[in-house]
């Protein structure tokens, strides 16, 4: 039994919930008031946790500046105990990147005060990344706190235990196996507390393994508790044998660490049989989690490697304005908010700051393309295209860009005067005054006209290359195209693309057949719509249990198929009937519209087929999937996760007893992915994604031979109870969210590749676009002329066998080295000889920290499913 009862001070704090940001503030200047005076005027009041975020600082001091110092006392006196993160990040649907940088700039941001809790604090994250073990160590952080997701079934009943992650990384974990508010306030009185803790005690005695068990004293936003000692006075009437103390976590891992026997479990954390971590919440407004999708990629594998190219040629890297941007979308990481288990005036809040962020982003992109390209000499011509690759290796691909100019007709020339053949897709007129005001101002009213062209090369790893943009007399004028299916406004049969990849027909109903030459298999119905009921909330999909479904497999399509010199476009258009709502649905009754609109693309170059779905959704509370058959059965599904891979079983073997054993929600094999999923058999199609994040594997003709991607689905309430696969109270609070139905218009960035031994590598092509920059001799926003020069063509650094997957390139915080971070899943290690140019070299390993760990040459070895960050110097 245990004797010591750590009592720990804390508030649990979401920012915004189904309440905003604004007036959550508002309590925290009160609870911060309250908590300092306690800590300053009680010397038997020793600690008080900040919930593990530094978030919560920056929002106080933004009306509360003056009390900066008397914060950095308390921290330096290690009674107010803040970090280790920026917010309590969700491990399931943000990136790898975003949860590094969260402890990256959470224990930057504590370093201004004092020291951080170096504790992998996530008392409510809905289930547990495997990768967050190695995540943490990267930091030297070897302890870690949670309550969801983890149960016998995972090889221990205990609440302390090693974690480790599937092939590097080890925590030990202190569970919070009732949760982080089994002390909220605590009652005075004799029977209402004794009730309390006949409740609580006996688990925390069952699942300790030392003569300790850890009560947090806390809740959401829960003020301090001021009569805590009376309240301890009370527990040792009512237990007289055991000693109750402020204490903090660090002192309940002292204590654990000295233990020599602890279980050890391994992997990703997502059962719910004690305390839901909600599997379906992936696709919750699924337009809020493709913007973070898309702005996530967007940093990583644009705007950082372009800020380091332009740095290692001379232009400053703006660390600030970077940070800033990480920061303002981290905010949108929190459990609550990125599960967007909120109410409609927090997800417009959220929206507002993902349109932030990608604003900053994009004009940061445009800042340095246009920094980098000025630096080009314009000895030969001042009008240019550059075309950026941010790649580790040389990419043979299709640009597609636009050029805007006066002139009517143009060639693209290299500075060797070589001529680049290029394919002219469209044109139009585009106002003087919207390139630079000054022009009309001056009476020039001439048009330009923005030409938007394909071009088939080879660009530089991890570099750009400029065309010269030199006049000509004529014309230039699009030429015919290829065209099927337009002449007619029926529904044509069948039509037809045939390349070097991919033998395609686009069917009656708008499904393609899809003939992988490569490996000689054919695969039907693929992009099959399917819409069914979904009786849940904001935190789970729930059908009914007598569900309607409705399929596109009836459908008359309009498909249009259009072939230029480098790509072919497919477009098909539909109309879907299903039920309105669902009344309708438990009818049968088929009385509402869905369009949608698929755009395809097939670059002759790539095996990877492009696509953008949008939907006009008129129908409430329902999911929408699309299909991927590929007619090869598989009992595992593989997909991404944060710095590598993860294989899941396409049937959680828990289904067979959830119900019998009580767990809190049925644990549907419905998982995230972050750029890929596919079947575990090296065959077949996979899908990649660069917006929605949620699939499941299910049986369509053979047995679980499906991947199925949630596109969206339509709620009206926050929290509701009595789900079918959730039975019992609601999650949350029961809140309309009509907002959450997402009706009108949802687009979905997808694509379709063969899944093969390098699929890491084609997803993240496919999230890697190729950025193009075109100077002319105006703009509306002056700049002087940089003080560096660039060359017409450049590469910072090349892998030549492509053996490695880049997270990222940045600088290194605070210093002047390049930061290279990677990742490979082929096989147990892979080694590459790492070409650097530019008068740089690599010289150490770092930690995710960005600490060196040892010294390093260019040689680099990264084993299979484990993230390695490497310093880049320029040569002395």
């Not at 370093?111 to 289930?127: A, V």
Request: net charge negative.
């Amino acid at each position: 039994m245990a004797k010591n009862v750590h009592i720990v001070p804390h508030m649990h704090w979401d920012r915004e919930w189904y309440f905003t940001t604004e007036e959550s503030r508002i309590l925290l200047v009160n609870n911060m008031n309250e908590i300092m005076d306690m800590l300053e005027n009680n010397p038997n009041y020793p600690y008080y946790v900040l919930d593990g975020q530094t978030a919560i600082l920056e929002d106080y001091f933004d009306v509360k500046p003056e009390n900066r110092e008397r914060v950095k006392k308390l921290v330096q006196e290690g009674k107010l105990i803040i970090g280790p993160w920026y917010t309590q990040t969700d491990e399931m649907v943000v990136g790898a990147e975003s949860i590094t940088r969260n402890l990256l700039y959470g224990i930057k941001d504590c370093k201004e005060f004092g020291e951080p809790m170096m504790i992998g604090y996530l008392p409510d994250s809905f289930g547990q990344s495997e990768k967050l073990p190695e995540i943490l160590n990267g930091f030297d952080i070897t302890r870690c706190m949670f309550w969801r997701g983890s149960s016998e079934r995972h090889g221990t009943n205990k609440q302390n235990f090693k974690w480790c992650g599937e092939t590097s990384g080890e925590v030990i974990v202190q569970l919070l196996p009732m949760g982080y508010a089994i002390g909220k306030y605590l009652p005075v009185e004799f029977e209402a507390l004794k009730k309390r803790l006949d409740k609580f005690f006996p688990v925390l005695e069952r699942g300790t393994i030392t003569d300790d068990i850890l009560f947090p004293n806390g809740h959401d936003q829960m003020p301090i508790q001021k009569n805590i000692f009376e309240v301890m006075d009370q527990m040792k009437n009512i237990y007289p044998d055991k000693n109750y103390f402020l204490s903090k976590y660090e002192n309940v891992f002292e204590v654990l660490e000295k233990v020599e026997n602890v279980d050890t479990i391994k992997g990703e954390l997502l059962d719910g049989k004690y305390m839901r971590v909600h599997r379906s919440i992936f696709s919750t407004r699924a337009d809020i989690k493709s913007a973070n999708t898309r702005i996530e990629n967007k940093i990583t594998n644009v705007l950082e490697p372009l800020a380091s190219i332009a740095y290692s040629l001379g232009a400053s890297y703006e660390e600030g304005l970077i940070e800033a941007i990480w920061k303002e979308i981290m905010k949108n990481h929190a459990h609550d908010s990125i599960g967007c288990c909120c109410s409609d005036k927090v997800h417009q809040a959220i929206v507002n700051r993902f349109f932030t962020a990608e604003d900053k982003t994009d004009e940061l992109i445009r800042y340095y393309k246009r920094k980098i390209v000025d630096a080009i000499p314009c000895d030969i011509t001042l009008d240019k295209l550059t075309a950026f690759n941010f790649l580790p290796y040389e990419r043979n691909t299709m640009v597609e860009a636009e050029i805007i100019t006066k002139m009517k007709n143009f060639k693209l020339v290299d500075e060797n005067n070589i001529e680049y053949d290029f394919d002219l897709v469209s044109k139009e007129i585009v106002d003087a005054g919207l390139i630079d005001r000054q022009i009309v101002h001056y009476g020039d009213y001439d048009p330009f006209v923005k030409y938007t062209i394909t071009i088939a090369d080879t660009l530089p790893s991890m570099g750009y290359k400029t065309y010269l943009i030199k006049e000509m007399e004529g014309t230039l004028e699009i030429p015919d195209t290829y065209v099927q299916g337009e002449q007619s406004n029926e529904a044509t049969s069948v039509i037809s693309y045939n390349g070097k990849f991919y033998k395609i027909n686009v069917t009656q109903n708008g499904t393609l057949e899809i003939y992988d030459k490569e490996n000689d298999i054919t695969y039907k119905d693929v992009l099959l719509i399917e819409d069914g009921s979904d009786d849940g909330d904001e935190y789970d999909f729930s059908s009914l249990e007598d569900d309607f479904i409705v399929t596109s497999k009836d459908v008359n399509a309009k498909k249009i198929v259009k072939t230029f010199k480098h790509h072919t476009d497919i477009t098909v258009n539909f109309e879907m009937t299903v039920p309105k709502d669902l009344d309708s649905r438990k009818n049968k009754k088929c009385d509402a519209t869905l369009k949608f609109n698929m755009s395809i693309k097939l670059r002759e170059d790539c095996p990877i087929i492009r696509l953008n779905i949008d939907i006009d959704n008129t129908a409430c509370d329902h999911r929408v999937r699309v299909l991927v058959p590929n007619g090869l059965s598989s009992k595992f599904s593989i997909s991404d996760n944060q710095f590598g891979n993860i294989k899941r079983p396409v049937y959680d073997a828990a289904m067979d007893v959830w119900e019998k054993e009580g767990w809190d929600e049925r644990p549907d094999s419905i998982y995230p992915m972050l750029s890929y999923v596919a079947l575990d058999n090296e065959k077949g199609m996979a899908v990649l994604t660069n917006s929605v994040r949620e699939f499941e594997v299910i049986s369509y003709k053979e047995k679980y031979d499906t991947i199925a991607i949630t596109l969206f689905r339509s709620v009206g309430f926050l929290g509701k109870e009595e789900l079918y696969r959730r039975p019992g109270r609601p999650s949350g609070i029961k809140l309309p969210t009509p907002n959450s139905q997402l009706l009108g218009r949802q687009s979905f960035e997808l694509a379709l590749a063969p899944n093969c031994s390098r699929l890491e590598m084609l997803a993240k092509a496919y999230v890697t676009p190729v950025e193009t920059y075109n100077k002319m001799p105006y703009n509306a926003m002056k700049l002087n002329p940089p003080n560096f020069i660039s060359p017409y063509s450049y590469s910072l650094l090349n892998d030549p066998n492509k053996s490695f997957v880049l997270s990222t390139l940045k600088k290194q915080e605070g210093k002047d080295g390049l930061v290279l971070r990677a990742y490979q899943t082929r096989q147990p290690q892979q080694e590459t000889t790492l070409e650097i140019n530019h008068n740089r070299k690599v010289v150490a390993e770092l930690n995710l920290a960005e600490n060196v760990i040892k010294e390093q040459g260019n040689d680099l070895l990264i084993p299979s499913n484990v993230v390695k960050s490497f310093l880049i110097i320029e040569k002395l």
